[in-house]
């Protein structure tokens, strides 16, 4: 069969558009164009550029500037036409400098206009005189193309008729019914320097989402539109009262909530709840509080006090002589919720001075995804097998007893902080293990049936101690081990390690790239680092036959080497410059330059 009947290497330009559309990296839709000749020669009719990550435009301008190391002239006119068609750009408007915005202006002055393929629009100016802010807002709610903005702070001059979300920042104008537009579909005032009172028929009918903070008023009936899906209730001033809540609210956030939720308050239909904040929230649970439709149920905030009652241990708790964690009218209630699929527990500075039991025997056998992060807890009891997701850090618990050898367990992530690795029961099998904490033992050893290692331990004197995942070649076949991160930091004193040829991926973290290369099993396609070498690389002979390469440097800026043949590769990705707002980098290079590429900052 030749190309010219190859049924996939003539696909029409729409077909081979679409699927673009379903590829996120660029520099993968780069490696489709090169498939076949007849792709490549056509790439202008189908082919285009994600934008989300590219930012180009220089301070206080809107010209397309910062792409200097953008050399694929092959691409060149596919890149300017992808940066052109772009039409939900965002724009900074302050002193700070932010990398993942597209616009940055620090002078209000400087902005004739807001660029039509706007959409979001931060503003973060401490100080304005009146003569800027209304400059600045005129411009603002003359765009026909803005739908989100932040830090607002005046609606003196009008919004844009196309906005629909607002986050309010030292705002505190009186608001009456039409202040606030019907497209509006977002609302939050930001932080508490509201101080006015909102009355009913203020909200617009078709608000979806609010958030308040320290608001200083009853949430009387009628306030809240029929429409809000979601709300936001930080630090109230006031209980809420029952009949308050919309019928349709699918989500309630209280943070720093000092008052006794009481039944009824919480609509039918809720699907998540969560408690937040500060230690403050020291009440029983009483029936009929949480609604039996609840899918995901969060407690932050929780504080024991002397006339909280927390009644002796029922049957089921005897054979612990720690107290309970939670009242027991807590674990009632959650034990109740059929639907319950995700429950969080965080108390991080949790400070009592006994040792508190959590009875996982009251997890509901509906739930998927379980957190228990409470210093000085013990978990007892037996998890149930529906369970999919763990986070038990900074908890002691007996893994064998947790998971009893007559039940078998698949999970998708287990994580947990802990002195000790415990082994694996051959009867639960993981495809993430995420290990954290410090540890004194000697030796680590894999535990069984892992696909994915993400190692954080703190290691004392590390050097002295011996990693063993494998690798002596008799039982790579029986390894299940594909994924290995390394996220903490071993300061150049790495330990002995031997790891199976049957890993596909290795991040080596922060490690120095000198000492730890040499580790990569030739098994390895993709190479993840995250720290370059101050000193020359010796690459050793796997690291060559390596596909993928990808340079992770702080939160934002990721470069990705793909090897293309024997002899090239194509290096695409972003890379820090002071001083703008985002630079790109693409270019194809010669193998001998790869211990160059791999060792050098660019700037």
Same mark, same amino acid.
């Given at each position: 069969?030749?190309?010219?009947?190859?049924?996939?290497?003539?696909?029409?330009?729409?077909?081979?558009?679409?699927?673009?559309?379903?590829?996120?990296?660029?520099?993968?839709?780069?490696?489709? *164009?090169?498939?076949?000749?007849? #792709?490549?020669?056509?790439?202008?009719?189908?082919?285009?550029?994600?934008?989300?990550?590219?930012?180009?435009?220089?301070?206080?301008?809107?010209?397309?500037?910062?792409?200097?190391?953008?050399?694929?002239? =092959?691409?060149?006119?596919?890149?300017?036409?992808?940066?052109?068609?772009?039409?939900?750009?965002?724009?900074?408007?302050?002193?700070?400098? !932010?990398?993942?915005?597209? $616009?940055?202006?620090?002078?209000?002055? +400087?902005?004739?206009?807001?660029?039509?393929?706007?959409?979001?629009?931060?503003? &973060?100016?401490?100080?304005?005189?009146?003569? /800027?802010?209304?400059?600045?807002?005129?411009?603002? *709610?003359?765009?026909?193309?803005?739908?989100?903005?932040?830090?607002?702070?005046?609606?003196? $001059?009008? @919004?844009? +008729? *196309?906005?629909? =979300?607002?986050?309010?920042?030292?705002?505190?104008?009186?608001?009456v019914k039409g202040s606030l537009p019907n497209t509006l579909e977002v609302l939050d005032f930001g932080d508490s320097y509201f101080k006015?009172?909102?009355?009913?028929?203020?909200?617009?009918?078709?608000?979806?989402?609010?958030?308040?903070?320290?608001?200083?008023?009853?949430?009387?009936?009628?306030?809240?539109?029929?429409?809000?899906?979601?709300?936001?209730?930080?630090?109230?001033?006031?209980?809420?009262?029952?009949?308050?809540?919309?019928?349709?609210?699918?989500?309630?956030?209280?943070?720093? !909530?000092?008052?006794?939720?009481?039944?009824?308050?919480?609509?039918?239909?809720?699907?998540?709840?969560? @408690?937040?904040?500060?230690?403050? !929230?020291?009440?029983?649970?009483?029936?009929?509080?949480?609604?039996? =439709?609840?899918?995901?149920?969060?407690?932050?905030?929780?504080?024991?006090?002397?006339?909280?009652?927390?009644?002796?241990?029922?049957?089921?708790?005897?054979?612990?002589?720690?107290?309970?964690?939670?009242?027991?009218? #807590?674990?009632?209630?959650?034990? =109740?919720?059929?639907?319950?699929?995700?429950?969080?527990? $965080?108390?991080?500075?949790?400070?009592?001075?006994?040792?508190?039991?959590?009875?996982?025997?009251?997890?509901?056998?509906?739930?998927?995804?379980?957190?228990?992060?409470?210093?000085?807890?013990?978990?007892?009891?037996?998890?149930?097998?529906?369970?999919?997701?763990?986070?038990?850090?900074?908890?002691?618990?007996?893994?064998?007893?947790?998971?009893?050898?007559? +039940?078998?367990?698949?999970?998708?992530?287990?994580?947990?902080?802990?002195?000790?690795?415990?082994?694996?029961?051959?009867?639960?099998?993981?495809?993430?293990?995420?290990?954290?904490?410090?540890?004194?033992?000697?030796?680590? %050893?894999?535990?069984?049936?892992?696909?994915?290692?993400?190692?954080?331990? /703190? #290691?004392?004197?590390?050097?002295?101690?011996?990693?063993?995942?494998?690798?002596?070649? &008799?039982?790579?076949?029986?390894?299940?081990?594909?994924?290995?991160?390394?996220?903490? /930091?071993?300061? /150049?004193?790495?330990?002995?390690?031997?790891?199976?040829?049957?890993?596909?991926?290795?991040?080596?973290?922060?490690?120095?790239?000198? %000492?730890?290369?040499?580790?990569?099993?030739?098994?390895?396609?993709?190479?993840?680092?995250?720290?370059? *070498?101050?000193?020359n690389i010796t690459i050793p002979n796997t690291i060559k036959s390596i596909t993928n390469i990808i340079g992770k440097f702080g939160l934002i800026y990721t470069q990705t080497i793909r090897k293309l043949?024997?002899?090239? $590769?194509?290096?695409?990705?972003?890379?820090?410059? +002071?001083?703008?707002?985002?630079?790109?980098?693409?270019?194809?290079?010669?193998?001998?330059?790869?211990?160059?590429?791999?060792?050098?900052?660019?700037?």
């Open positions: 069969m030749n190309n010219q009947t190859n049924k996939i290497v003539n696909l029409s330009h729409l077909i081979l558009n679409k699927i673009i559309s379903y590829i996120d990296d660029n520099i993968d839709i780069i490696c489709f *164009s090169l498939v076949c000749k007849r #792709w490549f020669n056509d790439r202008d009719k189908y082919l285009i550029f994600k934008t989300k990550n590219i930012h180009l435009f220089k301070l206080n301008s809107t010209d397309i500037q910062n792409h200097k190391h953008f050399n694929l002239p =092959s691409y060149h006119n596919i890149f300017m036409k992808s940066i052109q068609s772009k039409s939900d750009n965002s724009l900074f408007i302050g002193s700070k400098n !932010y990398h993942h915005y597209d $616009y940055h202006f620090d002078d209000v002055r +400087k902005i004739n206009s807001i660029p039509s393929n706007v959409t979001i629009i931060n503003t &973060a100016i401490n100080f304005l005189f009146e003569g /800027d802010m209304e400059y600045l807002y005129r411009l603002i *709610s003359e765009s026909q193309s803005v739908t989100t903005l932040k830090g607002c702070r005046t609606l003196k $001059y009008g @919004l844009p +008729k *196309s906005i629909k =979300s607002i986050t309010f920042h030292n705002f505190n104008e009186p608001l006015q009172e909102i009355l009913p028929g203020v909200l617009p009918d078709g608000l979806q989402e609010l958030t308040l903070h320290k608001y200083q008023y009853v949430i009387q009936p009628c306030v809240l539109p029929v429409s809000l899906r979601k709300l936001s209730l930080h630090s109230s001033q006031f209980d809420i009262l029952p009949g308050v809540l919309p019928v349709g609210l699918l989500k309630c956030i209280l943070g720093s !909530y000092n008052f006794g939720i009481k039944p009824d308050v919480l609509p039918d239909g809720l699907l998540e709840f969560s @408690l937040e904040g500060s230690d403050c !929230y020291q009440y029983e649970i009483q029936p009929r509080v949480f609604p039996l =439709s609840l899918e995901y149920l969060c407690f932050e905030s929780y504080n024991p006090s002397d006339e909280l009652a927390i009644p002796p241990p029922n049957r089921e708790d005897l054979e612990y002589s720690a107290k309970s964690l939670l009242p027991i009218s #807590w674990l009632q209630a959650i034990s =109740s919720l059929s639907n319950l699929q995700s429950l969080f527990v $965080y108390f991080p500075y949790h400070d009592r001075d006994d040792t508190t039991i959590f009875n996982v025997n009251y997890l509901p056998s509906s739930l998927k995804s379980f957190g228990l992060i409470v210093p000085g807890t013990t978990m007892g009891g037996i998890m149930p097998t529906s369970l999919k997701k763990i986070d038990i850090d900074e908890c002691q618990f007996k893994i064998d007893e947790i998971f009893p050898e007559t +039940k078998q367990y698949h999970l998708e992530s287990m994580e947990y902080e802990n002195n000790i690795i415990h082994p694996i029961p051959s009867n639960v099998s993981i495809d993430e293990f995420i290990i954290r904490g410090k540890s004194n033992e000697p030796k680590i %050893t894999l535990p069984s049936g892992v696909g994915k290692i993400r190692f954080l331990i /703190d #290691w004392t004197n590390p050097k002295e101690k011996i990693m063993d995942f494998g690798g002596d070649g &008799a039982t790579d076949q029986t390894c299940s081990l594909r994924e290995l991160h390394f996220v903490f /930091d071993f300061e /150049d004193e790495f330990p002995q390690v031997k790891l199976p040829n049957t890993i596909e991926l290795l991040d080596l973290g922060t490690n120095n790239l000198n %000492t730890t290369l040499h580790l990569v099993p030739s098994s390895v396609k993709t190479l993840i680092f995250k720290n370059q *070498s101050k000193i043949d024997e002899y090239y $590769y194509l290096l695409y990705g972003n890379h820090e410059n +002071k001083g703008n707002s985002g630079n790109l980098v693409a270019r194809i290079f010669h193998h001998s330059k790869l211990e160059q590429i791999l060792g050098t900052k660019i700037e």
